[in-house]
């Protein structure tokens, strides 16, 4: 069984920052890990990715430069540290975890999902 809880959503500023946690609880903390977001109206959408080591990232393009991707094996736990935010980031955030190289991540909804965490910026 495997759970993802989030933390870290909230209110912000356009240009400022905010950083997003989610811990695992479960069996092993060996699976590629994600970041998705969702807005109203819209499907949920990639945002980021990272391998078992974190040695290697992939970014959807609206985000890279903007956002980084980390992660704690020892703490079993995934940021996203959220840099320049526009409006347009507004959405909720979840948290995931597939079994899947990075590259196969953002290709289909991954096994487990957190419940999400809202971010919003204010213009």
């Known amino acids: 069984q495997v759970q993802l809880v989030e933390s870290g959503g909230g209110l912000v500023q356009a240009g400022g920052s905010l950083r997003l946690s989610c811990t695992l609880s479960?069996?092993?903390?060996?699976?590629?890990m994600a970041w998705y977001r969702q807005s109203p109206g819209k499907e949920r959408a990639f945002v980021a990715a990272?391998?078992?080591?974190?040695?290697?990232?992939k970014y959807a393009e609206s985000v890279n430069g903007r956002f980084v991707i980390s992660r704690d094996n020892a703490k079993r736990t995934v940021y996203l540290e959220m840099n320049n935010l526009k409006p347009e980031d507004s959405a909720v955030y979840y948290c995931?975890?597939?079994?899947?190289?990075?590259?196969?991540?953002?290709?289909?909804?991954?096994?487990?999902w957190g419940q999400g965490t809202q971010v919003t910026v204010s213009s």
């Open positions: 995931a975890a597939d079994e899947v190289v990075l590259a196969m991540m953002g290709s289909r909804p991954p096994k487990w």
């Open positions: 479960g069996r092993t903390f060996g699976y590629t």
């Open positions: 990272i391998t078992l080591t974190g040695g290697r990232t």
